[in-house]
């Protein structure tokens, strides 16, 4: 989980822009907020599977690529066990400044860009174990989650030292969380319709209307380059993956108060 708590937390939930920025290492995500942000649940249900359809879309027009191999879940694992803590880059107090390219550096090329963004896509979209039933359950659903978000900050942070992101027209290195904050404002009321049909018949629900629409959004009204919409589009589903890991897991806010209230007891 992170290192952002709202001022009250008995009153807000933390907007997606912070969502998106969090900082990921090993544990669960019990946070006072999960209460909070279920009223936005069919939202994040709906955004994720918008999300994933445009990213699918994006990468298969870009470069006809064959299927990558299984990517491996070793070095990401490893850095969880060992109590790294993971960030994007466009994270507050992250490396967002656009460091200045080296002489003669040149972009990385597109097919490569594209061949390691679904590598990516194709290790955070398996499917995490369902409803856990004991505490081992809990244990292995919360890692995979953690797994997967570490696994999309090593993306980002790999998109965003290359020259396609830095050198970009679009600043979404700065940007970034800014534009997912505010898109996923604009189409909430589309990822609701689509959160709530899937949730009844999953067969049913087709975000690939929405998708198209989310990526003219990106591509004419933001301007952004092939590269650059790929990196605003992972930064949308990390934060979404954040807040359904904040509902996945227990509320702490009946234990916030009464610490709150004892300490205040204890000052007296």
């Known amino acids: 989980m992170a290192y952002y708590y709202p001022p009250d937390a008995d009153a807000m939930a933390p907007e997606f822009f912070w969502l998106c920025q969090m900082n990921v290492f090993d544990g669960f995500w019990a946070t006072p907020w999960s209460k909070l942000l279920e009223s936005k ?6 955004a994720s599977r918008v999300i994933k359809k445009a990213l699918v879309t994006v990468l298969e027009a870009l470069y006809d690529l ?7 879940t070793d070095n990401v694992l490893r850095r969880l066990y ?56 809990s244990f292995r659903v919360c890692t995979e989650r ?38 996923m404002e ?33 591509r004419c009204v933001f301007a952004l380059d092939d590269a650059e919409q790929l990196f605003v589009l992972f930064a949308m589903l990390r934060g979404d993956k954040v807040a359904q890991s904040i509902l996945g897991d227990t509320s702490t806010a009946g234990l916030d108060r009464l610490l709150r209230n004892e300490v205040m007891v204890l000052l007296v």
């Open 41 to 46: 649940r069919s939202a994040y249900l709906g």
């Open 66 to 72: 064959p299927d990558p191999d299984s990517p491996s």
């Open 82 to 137: 060992e109590g790294h803590v993971s960030q994007p880059p466009y994270a507050v107090g992250g490396s967002r400044q656009r460091p200045a390219p080296e002489d003669g550096e040149e972009p990385v090329p597109m097919e490569e860009f594209c061949s390691t963004a679904r590598q990516t896509l194709m290790f955070v979209t398996q499917a995490v174990g369902g409803s856990p039933t004991t505490t081992l359950d």
């Open 146 to 183: 953690n797994a997967q978000l570490m696994k999309l900050d090593e993306w980002l942070c790999y998109a965003g030292k290359s020259t396609n992101i830095t050198l970009g027209k679009g600043r979404v290195l700065e940007r970034a969380a800014f534009l997912a904050h505010l898109l």
């Open 186 to 218: 604009c189409f909430e009321e589309d990822f609701i319709k689509i959160g709530n049909v899937y949730q009844d018949r999953p067969e049913a629900s087709m975000p690939s209307a929405c998708a198209r629409l989310l990526m003219h959004c990106l």
